[in-house]
C-alpha cells in the first residue's frame, strides 16, 4: 500500500509539473505580451515597460520558467530595490492591478467556493445515487420512468437557467429564502445555510440526473452478473446482497466521476457564482477575465487544475481500499 501511495504521488508531482509547464507556455509564450496581461487594458507605455522588467521578461525562457517553480515552491520578488514586490510561497503570481498576490486573493475567496461545491455534492450523491438504485431495483415502473425523466431534465436545463427560476421563485415571489450572500459558517450558521441553499440546489440539479442514470446503469448490470445469482442461491438476505454484491460494484465508476467534478467545483463554480453574485473562485476568475488581469487568470487555472488532479489521487486511493487488486495492478 505503501509503495502504492508512493508512485501516485510521484506520478502527481509529474503532472502537476506538466501542468505548470502548459499555463507558463500559454501565458507567458503566447504572441500577447504578457506585461501588458499583467498591467490590464488601460495601461500606459511607460507602466508596461515597469512591469516588463519587474517580471523579468528581459531573461531567458528558460530563466523565466525557473522563477516561475521557485516561487511556488518557495516564494519570490518582482523587482529589485526599494520597489522590489515579495510574493510568498506558494507565489501563483502578484496582481499589478489590484497589488496583491494571487495567492491570497484565491485563498480570500476558497471559503465560497468551498461552501457551495461540498453542500452541492453531498445533495447530488444523496439524491443521485439513491434515485438510480432505487430505479434499477423498480425497472420500467412508473418510479423509474419518472425518475430517469426527471434526471434528463435536470441534466439538460442550463445551469444559469435554473439559478434565475429560484431566484425568482424562492426570493421574489415566495420570500422563502434571502439573497445569497457571503457569510462567513463560523459567523452565522443559519445565515450561511440560507445563502447557500439555491446554488446547491442549482448544481445538485444538473450533477444528480448524472448521477442518477449512471447509478442505474451500473446497478442493472451489477444485478444480472452471476456473482449475484450465486449470493441469493446461497440464501443471502436481499438487502445484503444488494449492499454488497450489486450496489458496491456500481459505485466505482461513480466515485472517479466524483472526484473529477468535486475537484472541478473546488477550482471555481463558474456560472453559479456569477449568477448568484457569490465571492468565490470562479467569479474571481470572471473578473480577471473581464478586466484582463492575466496573473489572476494564470493562478486560477493552476489552482483549478490542482483541485483535479488531487482529486483523482484520492479517487485511487479510494480504488484501492475498495479493491485491493487496483494495488496489485496499480
Not at 496573473?295 to 484520492?314: D, M, R, S
Request: charged fraction near 10%.
Amino acid at each position: 500500500m505503501i509503495l502504492y501511495v508512493l508512485r501516485r504521488l510521484a506520478a502527481t508531482t509529474a503532472i502537476l509539473l506538466v501542468i505548470c509547464a502548459a499555463t507558463f507556455a500559454i501565458f507567458y509564450l503566447m504572441p500577447a505580451d504578457p506585461a501588458q496581461g499583467a498591467c490590464g487594458k488601460a495601461c500606459s507605455p511607460e507602466r508596461i515597460a515597469q512591469i516588463r522588467t519587474t517580471l523579468g521578461l528581459n531573461h531567458s525562457v528558460f530563466v523565466q520558467f525557473r522563477d516561475y517553480l521557485v516561487g511556488i515552491v518557495a516564494g519570490r520578488s518582482y523587482g529589485t530595490g526599494a520597489r522590489a514586490v515579495h510574493c510568498p510561497a506558494p507565489c501563483l503570481g502578484f496582481s499589478f492591478q489590484t497589488d496583491q498576490p494571487v495567492w491570497r486573493m484565491l485563498t480570500d475567496r476558497l471559503p465560497v467556493s468551498v461552501s457551495i461545491a461540498m453542500g452541492a455534492a453531498a445533495l447530488w450523491l444523496i439524491v443521485g445515487v439513491t434515485a438510480g438504485a432505487i430505479s434499477a431495483l423498480r425497472r420500467g415502473s412508473l418510479w423509474d420512468r419518472a425518475a430517469m425523466t426527471a434526471a434528463l431534465g435536470g441534466v439538460s436545463l442550463p445551469v444559469y437557467f435554473t439559478a434565475l427560476v429560484l431566484q425568482y421563485l424562492l426570493v421574489v415571489k415566495l420570500g422563502l429564502l434571502p439573497y445569497p450572500q457571503a457569510i462567513a459558517l463560523t459567523a452565522d450558521p443559519v445565515g450561511w445555510a440560507q445563502s447557500m441553499v439555491m446554488p446547491w440546489i442549482t448544481l445538485a440539479m444538473l450533477y444528480a440526473g448524472i448521477y442518477a442514470r449512471m447509478t442505474r446503469g451500473e446497478m442493472l448490470d451489477s444485478l444480472g452478473q452471476n456473482y449475484v445469482r450465486t449470493a441469493r442461491a446461497k440464501g443471502l438476505p436481499e438487502s445484503a446482497v444488494l449492499r454488497r454484491h450489486a450496489l458496491r460494484p456500481a459505485l466505482m465508476p461513480i466515485v472517479t466521476i466524483f472526484g473529477m467534478d468535486l475537484g472541478a467545483l473546488l477550482g471555481g463554480a463558474l456560472i453559479t457564482e456569477s449568477v448568484f453574485g457569490l465571492p468565490g473562485v470562479g467569479k474571481l476568475a470572471a473578473d480577471a477575465i473581464n478586466s484582463a488581469d492575466q496573473p489572476v487568470i494564470l493562478g486560477v487555472t493552476l489552482f483549478a487544475a490542482a483541485f483535479v488532479v488531487l482529486a483523482n489521487v484520492a479517487v485511487d486511493l479510494v480504488y484501492a481500499l475498495l479493491d485491493p487488486r487496483v494495488r496489485a495492478v496499480g
